[in-house]
Structure formats: structure tokens, C-alpha cells
């Protein structure tokens, strides 16, 4: 028996895989909840969910990628080669692509799924292997809104700076724009244990789900109306007397110019942009005024916007007025989505950090981290482009890319120009387990190990770092990505030291992120494996890491929090006469991400996509449940049967991603501070099949 931890959402779910039998595929694994030293794993406690369950599907799936394989350019073919062919294929050709048009036309793309270990060793890799800029990974969709507001406002970005747990401790919490229920379903206890001590949960959703059935209050605004919402939400506090001065005056910054700028947000007028009534706002605005034990959550429903990073913004501004964050059991948190979306940005995968959550273009930062790897400050290039933007540039400045652990055929938005863009690519490897959309268009594919073949640490919405330990040995053939990164490392002749031993790299990233701002110094194999994960910052062996932070002081260097002004804007594609509804897109319970590993494990039902529309606009259209209807938007079109439901508004359509079509309709419009795609709202038109 391996205690470990499930492979796919930010929650890590702790699990006990069992090597129950050997099949022709190698053996096969079962999963129960984990029970370490006779105690459950403190973030799910007993609990998985459907997809933690069948999470040991995968490894006997007929699916699994066992060979490189290469495209004859010929025939277009792939065949099987060794590992050596490979990655000396790759290394020449990447030495060809930079020899012609230099460092920056190669690129790398990583994944929220990676290890800290894989994310570290690949940033490096990108820096010296390749001497290129351009990398950047997923988790920029994911939830970099929420951490570009956070580190504004607070001074650093941690998902939540506070356990999960705290909320059942708490006396009101806001869901805005979460299906936690749905998309992590052992997290919804905390949920059901606050309202069973008398809490209040509000939660603010344009459809319905399993996480609005537990609201006490349920609000239910036009996509991508979070932000008038909370303007609207600090005029009546601040109207009320309700700011909490003595916190405002002694722990933060700015507060006057973001009062002012809330000022013209009276209800009628927050009721008329957000179709939220002003009762449903006063009735909010006296929960969140009722108590100091009050916490307001966003997630990708909020963030996922063209102006995600003020959305969150101005829920930080709420509730630093209230005086919430660094009390307990209150303040702000973002539940992130990825199973590493939190140490997936740390660790220097993202285009302008370094690891340790380093900028890339602070002088201080580069000495430190070129100092570990041993180089001249001087080699490591400057910032690089976000995923989006690295992605637009394909076939134009970027001519070679490797991608690991990402599926970018489905995710990306817009999602058919990119697919064009990776078409016209000189070169194109993917590392992944399966023959993804995204591997199917490569020509090298690499089989990479699975969770539960090898070892290395998460660090899950909580900022807990938590570790995975093997299970079981890889089937033949199959590499780990920290091997593909060191073996063309070598090829490439890049300066500093390398391993393959997860351990080892993470003593290496301990140094690196030394003194920054998610400062792993401390944290050590062995304490994580005795105390069952350690929060960061953690800066020495003998601290005890930092469940909570702010309790003294914010991360800016004068101790306090900045109230950051903002404005609405409205969406960056509003509804018009051609494109009368809104869209917007989400998850489904048993499907993860792309679905590039869910959609292939047989005790998971994959239904397909849908289009949830509420029955009005389905009359209107002479649509029928279960039959095909049409969504077209400026980008692309898709079908799939309507699913018919009260409980979405009527000017709205809902499709979930995780089929090839829900982001070939989506928006490309980017937050200007995250770089945040507008995933969650675009314009739509919908009409029945006949
Ligand atoms: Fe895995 Fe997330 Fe489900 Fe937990 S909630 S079992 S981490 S998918």
C-alpha cells in the first residue's frame, strides 16, 4: 500500500493506492481514501470523489503511450523509435531552429499538473537548455487574475492564505463564481459543517449547481458582472458606517480613492447592470456587515475575465473594509482549479518569475537563482510572452515548441486559430500519457509516467506542499518528464547540474526560492512525509510553515495592504443583435480539465458536451432537451444536444470544456495585467438543428 495523493484538482485529496493484480498491461491500482498512520489526510478527510476513485483507471487503459513515436515527414506517419533516437532528433532540430532564427523562436509550454519538481527542472531547462524566453504554461488560464489582484493588494499570491478548513469556522462565506461542490466535492463538508453551526453560505452564479442548492442566499448575475456587484456591495458598507477605519487606518493603504470611485454604485444602478435586485444586494450587504467572521472566495467564474484581475480587486477592497483579511476565519481566498496551479507558478514556469515567485526582471532575483544554478546572471533571458500570446506567435516568431502536460487543442481559447497556429509550427514535440489532441498533432510524441509511477511534491490551493509517492514501476518504455528535460539538457550542452531524482531537484528549488517570496528553505522530504505537508513560506527547517498569513503583516515592504481603485469596463464581447446570448463555459463532475486522461477511464461516464439553456430561450428557439442545437460565435461553431434547465438565466448558455468545441467558440480578449483569457463570458447565437 502507497499513501499519496489523487492526480488531478487543487484539493490533493490524499489517497492509498493498492497494486491489487497484474494484468497484461502491468498491474493494476486500486484506490481508497487514505488513512495514514490510522488519521485521514487532513485536506479530504475519508472523502474522494468520483474521479479520485476511478483515478487508478488510467494505468491499464489500452491508451497509454509506451514508445516515441515519430512523424515521418513524408508519409506523415508516426512509428515507434528509442529513447535515444528521440531526444537526439529533438536536440538537433531545436540547435537548427535557434542556429536560424535564434533563441526566442523555441518555446516550451507546461502544464498545472506538473510536479514542483518538473515545473523547476523545466523553467531552468527553457533558460539554459534552450537560452529562450518563451515559456509560460496553462495555469495562466487557470487562475492568474486572482493572483496578479493578490499580489497587488497584499503583496504576495497564495490561493488561500488560510486552511480550508477555517471555513467551517467562519460565520458568512461568498462564493463567487465557485462550483466547489461540483468540481471538488470533499471540499463542500466544510461548506455543510458551517451551516450546521448556524453560518450563512452565499453564492453568486449565473446557473444553478450543487454548490448554489447549499446557498442560503443564491444571486444570480449576468456573466461577468462580479465587479459592479462588489462596487455596489462597498457603497452600501460604506454608506452604512460599516468600514472598519481602525483596520483600514492601521493596516492598509488607498482607501479613499477606491471609496470614491464605489461611490456611484447605488443599488438601482448595480441592479440595473447585473440583473442582481438592490433587495438581493441589501440583503448581502447586511449578511457581510453582520459579523467579522465573513470570507469571500472567487474562482474561475470571477476570474476568467477580460477584467478578471480588477473583478477580484474589488472583492479585496470589500473586504479589506470590513477589516477581514489577516482575522481569523475571515478574509479573501481563490480556490484554484489545476492540482498544481499553486506551485505550478512558483517555481519558474510562468514567463516573467524565476523560482521562489522571483520577478524575472529584478536584479536582486537573477543573481540569487543564477547564483544556484551556477551561471551569470546575464544568461538568463528576460521575460517572455503569456500562454496566449506565445501561442498566437507560433509559426511566426516561434518556429519549435515542446509541450508538456497540457492539452492545448481543447483549452486554449479560440481554440481552432491556435490549433492553425500549432499547425504551422516547424516543430512540434508533446510529452504526455496518451495520444492527446494536442500529442496527435506532433511530430514527437513522448509517453511520460503517470501519478502514481513516480515521486515529487504539489502544493495544493492551501499553499500545503504535499508529496506524491510511487506505486508502482512504469510500464517499459515510459519516461518520467524530469528525464526528458535532463536528457536533452545534456544534448544541448546547457550549463549548471541536472537530475533525474526528484529529490534532488527539490533540494536544488529549495535554494532557489530561499529568500522569496514562497520561500520553500524549510521544507524538507521528510517533514513533509511527517507532517503530513508544510505550508510556505517556510524559511528554515525548525520554522513550522505558515498556515496563515497576514495576521501581522501583508507582503508589501510597509507591512499594509493597497486598496486598488477600479472601474467596470463591461465584457470585452457584449451581447448585439447578431450575438444575443451570453456564453459561458465550466467543468462537469466527472471530467477533468481537457479530459485527456478522465475521458479515457471506463468507470467515468463521458457524456459529451451539452448546451444548458433555460427552457424560455429554449421555446424561443424551438429547441428540445436531449436534441442537437447549434452555437455559433465570431470564432467558430459547435453542436451538441440542449440540456433544458431551470436553473440557468434565461440570456445565458452554459457548455462545459472538456470536450474539442466549447473553446473554439471562446474569447481570446486578455486581461491586460494576468493575461487571463475572457474563457467565462463571449456572445453567442443559438439555434435548434432541424
Ligand atoms: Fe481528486 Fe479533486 Fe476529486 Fe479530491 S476532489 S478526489 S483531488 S479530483
Redesign the pocket.
Known sequence: MTDT?????????G?TLTVSKQSQRGPALEVAARTQRNQHSPV?EGA??R???T?GGLRGSRERLTTPLVRDRATGELSAVGWDEALDLIASRLSAVRAEHGADATAVFGGGGLTNEKAYALGKFARLALGTSQIDYNGRWCMSSAASAGNQAFGVDRGLPFPLADIEQADVVVLIGSNLAE?????ARHLDELKARGGKVVVIDPRGTPTGDRADLFLQPVPGADLPLALGLLHLVDAAGAVDHDYVDARTTGFEEARTRAASWWPERVERVTGVSSDELRELAALVMSSKKVMFLTARGAEQHADGTATVLAWLNLALALGLPGRPYAGYGCLTGQ?NGQGGREHGQKADQLPGYRMIDNPEARAHVAGVWGVDPAVIPGKGRSAYELLDSLGSDVKALLVFASNIVVSAPNASHITERMQSLDFLVVADIVMSETAALADVVLPVTQWAEESGTMTNLEGRVIKRNQAVTPPDGVKSDLDIIVGLASRLDAPSTWSTDPETVFTELRAASAGGKADYAGITYARIEAEDGVYWPCPTEDHPGTPRLFAEAFAHPDGRAKFIPVDYLGPAEPVSADYPVHLTTGRVLAQ?QSGAQTRRIKDLPDEGAFVEMHPQLAGRLGATHGEPVQVRTRRGVMTAPAKVVDTIRPDTVFVPFHWVGANKLTSDALDPSSRMPEFKLCACEVSAER
Do not use: F, V
Not at 495523493?5 to 485529496?13: D, G, K, R, T, V
Open positions: 495523493h489523487c492526480p488531478y484538482c487543487s484539493l490533493q485529496c489517497m479530504n474522494l470523489c474521479k479520485g476513485w483515478a468540481t471538488m466535492p470533499p471540499a492540482g477533468y
